[in-house]
């Protein structure tokens, strides 16, 4: 296995991706995969894979493949997910409110722990059984529940404010989801969502293709 320092961020990012096909494989039945099995089902690269997963340690058997359930069961060591992890949510505007109800049905690792907000008609209100406290309560709440990630649902504008009072708290590992890029000190991990930046990539590759097509139309 090599040393968790000199592995990139890039397979890192790649395990969830991993862990999901593992888990539809169980689901049909399936209880062998090869590298190319899962760069089928994940759309990476099969040399990809096999680098990914030897830098974690030897899962596989020449001429066989991976157990589908030990390389699930080893992946999810890997990545915590054999735990339940306490989560803050700062922000209970729609955006907030929504991902509170995915991480009920869906991130089962993942339990909501805390809900924060400045508004008063939602401060005092219960979100699936969680009550909004305000954001000037931030460091006791996070004290009180045992808050150990937290994601940021605010107007760019107040995102950095949170993300400093969460680190202040003693929250280091923040997802960001707010349209902004957050400075924090070395040691802190934030992990950013931006949608609106994904449609700009897509409306870029969708208007070269209209670019493309465009001589084809005007020779017809």
Known sequence: MSDSSTISEASIGRLPLYLRALAEMLE????????????????VQSSLVR????????????????SVTSLQDE????????????????????LGQALVRHFELAAKTFEVVAIV????????????GTTVTHQRELAGTVA????????????????????DALIDAGVMSLLNMAPTTLRVPEGVNVRSVDFTQELQILSYHEARRHVAERPERDRS
């Open 28 to 43: 049909q039945g399936i209880t062998t995969a090869s590298s190319e099995t899962l760069a089928a089902a994940t759309g």
């Open 51 to 66: 680098r990914d997963l030897a830098q974690f340690g030897s899962y596989g058997t020449r001429g066989v493949g991976y």
């Open 75 to 94: 992946l999810e060591r890997i990545v915590g997910a054999t735990r339940t992890w306490r989560v803050a949510m700062v922000g209970a505007g729609n």
């Open 117 to 128: 907000d400045i508004a008063p008609d939602i401060v005092g209100s219960t979100i699936n």
């Open 144 to 163: 009180e529940s045992g808050v150990e990630l937290a994601v940021i649902a605010t107007p760019a504008s107040a995102a950095q404010d949170v993300a």
